[in-house]
Nanobody
């Protein structure tokens, strides 16, 4: 049984930083890709970043490149999202996701498993 559990969300002022974690279990890590998405109220779920678990190679949404960094710790089966220079428009529920394929995918429908989400609120 696959489980993805996010943590690390919270309230931060604009310009600040937050780090999210996603503890994963039950995955075939050698052939999976994991990612972060976010969803603001009234908006569609938006791709943030993805990472090939085996190689550690990341891929980012163009609009977030340079501010957000995705990484993983294979020993802890945990994925991270470091968010810097946060803006009020980054406010959203952030979701961890996993897909049973080593290839990148930027659409939510490409992912097989989802965490429960963690709220990130950036105040101006």
């Amino acid at each position: 049984q696959v489980q993805l559990v996010e943590s690390g969300g919270g309230l931060v002022q604009a310009g600040g930083s937050l780090s999210l974690s996603c503890a994963a279990s039950g995955l075939t890590f050698s052939s999976c890709t994991m990612g972060w998405f976010r969803q603001a109220p009234g908006k569609e779920r938006e791709f943030v970043a993805t990472i090939n678990w085996s190689s550690g190679i990341p891929y980012y949404a163009d609009s977030l490149k340079g501010r957000f960094t995705i990484s993983r710790d294979s020993a802890k089966n945990t994925m991270y999202l470091q968010m810097n220079s946060l803006k009020p428009e980054d406010t959203a529920v952030y979701y961890c996701a996993a897909r049973s394929s080593p290839t990148f995918h930027t659409g939510p429908r490409g992912y097989d498993y989802w965490g429960q989400g963690t709220q990130v609120t950036v105040t101006s």
